[in-house]
């Protein structure tokens, strides 16, 4: 086994998945744990974290771990960990790097063994380490970080700034196989394994009771639901399903029809659609909306609950919770909150304490939750469906009552657009909001919207990183299709009203048809339209941004560079309704996927 030391980091888990990958069992441990309990393990990780390690009261660990003889590696805070701890300096640096960067190898060996010259690295950091320790030797650098890669061979520690365990790092998986060949772990963990463990944990845990069961349509809670009902039979599981009013048009029938297809039969459709409209009036803070959806989700199940006199004793919550809610939503000691998944919310969190949540999938990535669910048996149109977030179109449709002010809007647009005329580009910021994530924290920022010259998506995806690494009050780059240039922007306050929804549920609909009739729904993993309480020169009507990313698990994504003549195809058929139709050209981070 290998312990990953959890520093708070979006992606420690993240890490354990890679291992598993790897066929090695990994277990994410705390940094408080004690020493003595990590003498078991084979190998050491520390994850990365949202702290500075100089900062007061910053998470550590017993340098005891220098002493175990066992192989150690660092992932960005971990890294600065090792440097701090054992004599070297860690500094915050000018620039603040998110994404991706060139990482050119020193050193072939050890953790880079079979990798050299240049190779794509994924960065997420403000601090930087500026003296390596003692017996420590460069392993790699980049432009912006000379101590990228460092480690003591004798030791067996390694550790880097860039995060190894991200896809984008194109040499990651190969450096964490090196790292599990130095721990010398057999390899032996499988699905099948995980399953089999599974199935006993849940029967151990429901022991005579039921499971009432929240069920979407969606990818987790259907492959929640099929391990549930094989654990403790069909007749101990009853799904209930939602319709929120928030869900994509027609989306209550198509679930239906699908769960229906997959063999889950013994479930409710419940029409809560005025219970979540009128909890949601006149609400414009993303992360009220977010708890006020959660609240009302429970509300709505104990209301059915008690239509169906289960007692309550006998019954216990299940939910298709996977890992990506529960560490955005700060569900980790150290971590930072990015957002509150709807399945996170305190009366939620209560009832976990009182062992009446069953999460089956908590541990999983949705890559792992696809596996699993192709191993029960389930069809591919259930597995391999876009994801959709349970609070649904409700986290699409951006409110707001009033324009926010962009701090020294003149001063900062006039920089902006002195960097972006040497490329032919103009741009002007929005005088709203959207949550990001960068350096493991949540960020709540303006997005910036480009135009001009045509450019290949490649320098538009350098542009947008360069950007919002150097400007730090945005958050996100849009690159404008629909009109050609903005000459005004004016705030149209709203909140989450039926009109707005029907609207929202209409372009996404367009989206939706659009992405199935050009066959581009395997090239996206999912494709997001968001409704923008803006108006652009002077036209009355919302705007609308087009948000297709490429991701595995959600923990990082990339843009979709959807060929030209297909995008221009969207456009025409969204902008007789909408003053201003945007693409999105952020990556995951600094943005999220979601706008909020
Ligand atoms: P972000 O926006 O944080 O989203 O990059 C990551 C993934 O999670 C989905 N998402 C949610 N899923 N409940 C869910 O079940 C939620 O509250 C929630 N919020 C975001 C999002 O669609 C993306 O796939």
Known sequence: MIAVIDFGSQYAHLIANRIRRLKVYAEILLPETPLEELKKYKGIILSGGPQSVYGEGSATIDPGIFKLGVPILGVCYGHHLIAHLLGGKVESGMTKEYG????????????????????????????????????????????????????????????????????????????????????????????????????????????????????????????????????????????????????????????????????????HIYDAKKEFLSALKGETDPEKKRAIIGTTFLEVQAKVAKKLKLNPDDWVLGQGTIYPDTIESKGTKHSDKIKTHHNRVPEILKLIEENKVIEPLAELYKDEVRALGSRLGLPDEAVWKHPFPGPGLGVRILCTKKAVPVPNQAELEKKINDHLASHGLRGVILPIQSVGVGGDSRSYKHPLVIWGKKQPWKKLETLSTALTNRFTDINRVCLLLHPQEIHSVKVRPGTLTAPRIALAQELDDIVVTFTKREKIEDKVWQFPTVLLPIEVNGEVKEGVVLRPICSDEAMTAHFYKMPLPLLEKCVKKLRQKASVVLYDITNKPPATIEWE
């Open 100 to 267: 991706l960067a060139q990482l050119s190898i020193k050193k072939s060996s050890g953790l880079f063994a079979g990798i050299s010259g240049e190779t794509q690295a994924w960065m997420s950091h403000g601090d930087t380490v500026t003296k390596i320790p003692p017996g420590f030797s460069i392993y790699g650098s980049t432009a912006d970080c000379l101590t990228a890669a460092m480690g003591d061979a004798k030791r067996r520690i390694f550790a880097v700034q860039f995060h190894m365990e991200v896809k984008h790092t194109k040499k990651g998986l190969l450096m964490l196989d090196n790292f599990l060949k130095l721990c010398k772990v057999e390899r032996t963990w499988s699905m099948q394994k995980f399953m089999k463990r599974k199935l006993e944990e849940v029967k151990k845990m429901i022991g005579e009771r039921k499971v009432f069961l929240l069920v979407s349509g969606g990818v987790d809670s259907t492959v929640a639901y099929a391990l549930l009902c094989k654990a403790l039979g069909p007749e101990r599981v009853y799904g209930l399903s939602i319709d929120t009013g928030l869900l994509r048009k027609d989306e209550a029938k198509k679930t239906d029809a699908l769960l229906k297809r997959a063999g889950i039969k013994n479930f």
